[in-house]
């Protein structure tokens, strides 16, 4: 299955985007997406009822599909790539 074909799991990234880190984190998971050739869709939290649900020193935090990626420093591009296609 080429990478152009295969679907991105599901991105979910919790934070403000006011936050450098957070901004990061968003840039990075774009970038390894367009690389690999998939449409990246992240769901964005950003709202403050629904950040009060995490510990606000443990922000932002990167899910991808089930799996908690980052919390609170931007992971690595080859993190990101081995979570968004992992072993199939």
């Known amino acids: 299955m080429s990478a152009n074909s295969r679907q991105m799991k599901p991105v979910k990234l919790v934070g403000s985007p006011a936050c450098r880190r957070y901004q990061k984190i968003r840039a990075v998971v774009l970038d390894v997406s367009t ?13 403050a009822e629904k950040l009060s649900q995490f510990n606000p020193l443990s922000l932002p ?8 990626v980052a919390s609170q420093n931007p992971p690595k591009a080859q993190d990101i790539e081995h979570a968004l296609v992992g072993a199939d």
């Open 35 to 47: 690389r690999l050739g998939m449409q990246a869709n992240i769901e964005e939290i950003s709202e």
């Open 61 to 68: 935090r990167l899910y991808i599909g089930d799996e908690l």
